[in-house]
C-alpha cells in the first residue's frame, strides 16, 4: 500500500532547473514537512460545498498569521486575504475548498472517514476527491513564500479561499459579494488544478479555452396516465421522452460544427412507478458543455426547441408542453486562459522547471469556475495551470497495460500529493514573482 503522505520524493522534484539561480525551489522543500502535516488535516477533514467552515478558518488564521490583511464571510464561507507591498500590479491567487459526497476508497492511510447528511437530506462520505486539499495547502505554501520574500516583489497580492466551486456557485458568489470592488481589483488572475491525466510535478497548460462551459437543464415530460394494458387512452411520456433523448443526439452531430467542442449528456431518465401503469410524467436531468457562448445559447435553444417539437408530433396539447428549466445558479462558465499571456507564462516555467516538465496540453470538457474571475473583466490577465498528481510508476504501469487510471471525482483518485504541493506551491509563487517585480 503506497503511503499517501511520503514527504520526501516533492524535495528532489522541486528543486529549480540549474539556469536558476533563485533559491524559491529550496524554500519550498524547507516548507515542505509542515505543508504536508496540513495537508493531512485538508484530507482528513473534507467538507461539502457552502459548508466550508473549517477549512476557511484554517486559511484565514494562517494568513493573519503572515501578516495579510483578512476578511472572512466573502460570498458564503470565502476568505480574502490582502498583502500591501508598495506600487505595483494587483495579482489574484485563487484556491477552492470544498470537497465532494464521495466516500473514499483509496485505502490509504489518513484517508477520510467524514459522513454528513447534505441539505437535500442524503446520508454521504465526504472526500478531496477532487484534490482541492492539494490546493488549499499550496496557498498556504504561496502566502507563506510571499510574506517570507517581500522584499524580492512590490505590488499587492490578493489571495482568495473559493467555497463550492463543486456546485459552480462560488466564484460568483464572491464577485456578487464585491470581491472586485471591496478589495483591489487584479490585473492578473492565478490558479492550479490537480490532475490525474499525468505524472506527478508535471505541469499542463493551455491557451486559449481550457474548460467548458457546464449548464445543467432538467426536462419535465408531461403526459396523460392510464392503464398499461391500454395505450391508446394515454399519452405516454416515456416514449415522448425517449424520443426526446433520440432527438436530442442531433444537436451535436447535426447542428453544431465538427469544429467546434460541444456534449449534450443525458444523465438521469425517471419515470412510472410500477409494471403496469403509464406514468403520466417523466422527468429527464441533462449535463450540456461548450466552449463559446454562441454554442451554449444554440444548444439550449434547440433542447428547448426539441422537446416541444417532439410533443407537438405526439399529440401532447399546448398546456401539457414539456417545462425545459436550465439550473442557473449551477451554470459554470467556460475558463479561458488569455493566450498571450499563457505562452509568456509557459515559457518562464519551462526556464525554471525544464521543458520536459511543461508541456501543452489539449482543452477538456470538465467544468471549473475560475474562469469567472476573468470573465467578469475582459482586462484581466487570466490563467490556470494543470499539475500532475499520478505517480509515476503508476502512470507507466496502466499506460503498459492499457488500463485506465482513476480519475478526478472518483472515490480511489489519490493525488501522489507531496509531489503537486512541491511543483504548485513554487510555480504559482515564481509567476506572482515575475508578475511584481521589485523596482
Not at 499587492?156 to 481589483?185: C, H, N, S
Request: with cysteine.
Amino acid at each position: 500500500m503506497r503511503i499517501l503522505w511520503a514527504g520526501a520524493a516533492a524535495l528532489a522534484l522541486s528543486v529549480p532547473a540549474a539556469a536558476q539561480s533563485d533559491t524559491l525551489g529550496a524554500e519550498v522543500g524547507k516548507q515542505m514537512p509542515s505543508l504536508m502535516e496540513i495537508y493531512k488535516d485538508f484530507h482528513a477533514n473534507p467538507e461539502l460545498s457552502f459548508m466550508e467552515v473549517r477549512s476557511a478558518g484554517i486559511l484565514a488564521a494562517e494568513a493573519r498569521r503572515l501578516g495579510f490583511q483578512v476578511t472572512e464571510k466573502v460570498g458564503g464561507t470565502g476568505v480574502v486575504a490582502v498583502m500591501k507591498n508598495g506600487p505595483g500590479p494587483v495579482v489574484l491567487v485563487r484556491a477552492d475548498m470544498d470537497g465532494l459526497p464521495v466516500t473514499e476508497q483509496t485505502g490509504l492511510a489518513g484517508a477520510s472517514k467524514v459522513r454528513v447528511t447534505t441539505k437535500e437530506g442524503v446520508e454521504t462520505g465526504v472526500m478531496h476527491a477532487c484534490g482541492h486539499d492539494t490546493h488549499m495547502t499550496s496557498w498556504i505554501g504561496v502566502a507563506r513564500l510571499m510574506a517570507a520574500n517581500k522584499d524580492k516583489w512590490s505590488g499587492t497580492l490578493v489571495m482568495i479561499g473559493q467555497p463550492a466551486e463543486e456546485r459552480g456557485a462560488g466564484a460568483r458568489m464572491m464577485l456578487e459579494d464585491g470581491l472586485y470592488t471591496r478589495f483591489p481589483k487584479p490585473q492578473y488572475a492565478l490558479a492550479f488544478h490537480d490532475a490525474a491525466q499525468f505524472p506527478a510535478g508535471m505541469i499542463g497548460y493551455t491557451p486559449g479555452y481550457a474548460l467548458a462551459n457546464v449548464d445543467s437543464v432538467d426536462i419535465m415530460v408531461k403526459g396523460l396516465g392510464g392503464h398499461g394494458a391500454y395505450p391508446q387512452t394515454t399519452k405516454d411520456p416515456i416514449v415522448l421522452a425517449s424520443r426526446i433523448v433520440g432527438a436530442l443526439q442531433t444537436l451535436v452531430s447535426r447542428e453544431i460544427s465538427p469544429l467546434d467542442s460541444a456534449v449534450v449528456t443525458v444523465g438521469s431518465f425517471h419515470a412510472g412507478a410500477k409494471h403496469n401503469i403509464i406514468s403520466d410524467e417523466a422527468k429527464l436531468q441533462l449535463t450540456v458543455r461548450s466552449y463559446t457562448d454562441e454554442v451554449r445559447n444554440h444548444l439550449l435553444d434547440g433542447i428547448a426547441r426539441i422537446a416541444k417539437g417532439e410533443a407537438i408530433a405526439a399529440g401532447i396539447p399546448e398546456d401539457k408542453m414539456p417545462v425545459v428549466s436550465v439550473d442557473r445558479n449551477e451554470y459554470t462558465p467556460a475558463t479561458f486562459n488569455t493566450p498571450e499571456f499563457t505562452e509568456d507564462m509557459a515559457k518562464y516555467l519551462k526556464g525554471r522547471f525544464g521543458d520536459q516538465r511543461v508541456v501543452q496540453m489539449p482543452p477538456v470538457m470538465g467544468g471549473e469556475d475560475f474562469g469567472r474571475f476573468g470573465r467578469e473583466d475582459k482586462t484581466i490577465k487570466s490563467l490556470i495551470i494543470w499539475v500532475g498528481g499520478v505517480p509515476q510508476a503508476e502512470y507507466d504501469a496502466a499506460k503498459k497495460d492499457g488500463r485506465t487510471m482513476p480519475s478526478l471525482h472518483s472515490p480511489f483518485w489519490a493525488p501522489e500529493a507531496d509531489k503537486v504541493i512541491a511543483t504548485a506551491t513554487e510555480a504559482l509563487t515564481a509567476m506572482t514573482m515575475k508578475l511584481m517585480p521589485k523596482g
